[in-house]
């Protein structure tokens, strides 16, 4: 008998025109459902009359209904669930390093699961500067042309969001910025859990080969 094992199945790459599709797909579904559908909504509800401030916030105010639902939907899965432990784990190894302790799970264990540099903490923070931006958008136009004009400020809203993003690290104006992403703390109750120690593992390895490259990248 051959006892001889078979070899394991070699995983083949991703081929470029799927990714590109899924990617495409992805912020398609995520523009509809965080941008176009709440202005639509809301422009049903209110109609385009009246004051634009008032009518973003409403705008906004659906658009982060729609996130929460949409967040605590989906964490719901037990799938999810496991990836909401690694995303905890993430943001605890994270800590330990920019706390220089070391980075193995005891050096981890002692943080927090929310970091106020968290894409989840980015996306609501959009939200809000969504709410500002959009009120100096034309107002009173068909639905279609206020969700045109909206898809279009997105990449302003997005370098805006991501400049205070970057602000958490200023010695400066770190704790104003900290304080604006603080909803955003809040929110990744939903998004993180307490992993456990196989988790942080995993975590370290990943930090420490990204901490390697980096070295490896500015020599």
């Known amino acids: 008998m051959n006892s001889t094992p078979s070899p394991k199945p070699v995983s083949k790459p991703i081929p470029a025109w799927l990714f590109a599709l899924t990617v495409a797909g992805s912020l398609g579904i995520g523009l509809f459902l965080f941008v176009i559908l709440p202005h639509w909504i809301a422009a049903f509800v209110l109609g385009n009359a009246g004051n634009a401030f008032v009518f973003n916030l409403v705008e906004g105010a659906i658009k982060l209904a729609i996130f929460i639902a949409y967040v605590w939907l989906v964490g719901r899965k037990p799938d999810i669930k496991r990836v909401f432990e690694y995303h905890g784990a993430e943001h605890k ?13 005891d050096g981890a264990r002692p943080y927090d699961t929310p970091h106020p540099r968290c894409g989840t903490g980015f996306a ?26 909206r898809v279009l400020a997105m990449p302003l809203v997005a370098g805006i969001s991501y400049e205070i993003l970057k602000l958490t690290t200023h010695p400066t104006f770190g704790k104003y910025a900290i304080v604006m992403m603080t909803p955003g703390l ?3 109750r939903l998004t993180t859990r307490q992993p456990d120690d196989a988790q942080l593992e995993v975590s370290c390895a990943a930090m420490k080969a990204v901490l390697d490259a980096e070295a490896k990248y500015q020599k």
Do not use: D, R, Y
């Not at 709410?131 to 969700?147: M, N, Q, R, V």
């Open 93 to 105: 190894v994270v800590f330990a390093a920019e706390n220089a302790q070391p980075l193995t799970p």
């Open 124 to 149: 609501l923070l959009t939200i809000g500067v969504s709410i500002l931006c959009f009120s100096f958008l034309p107002h009173g136009e068909s639905k279609l042309t206020g969700a045109f004009w």
């Open 186 to 188: 809040w929110l990744q």
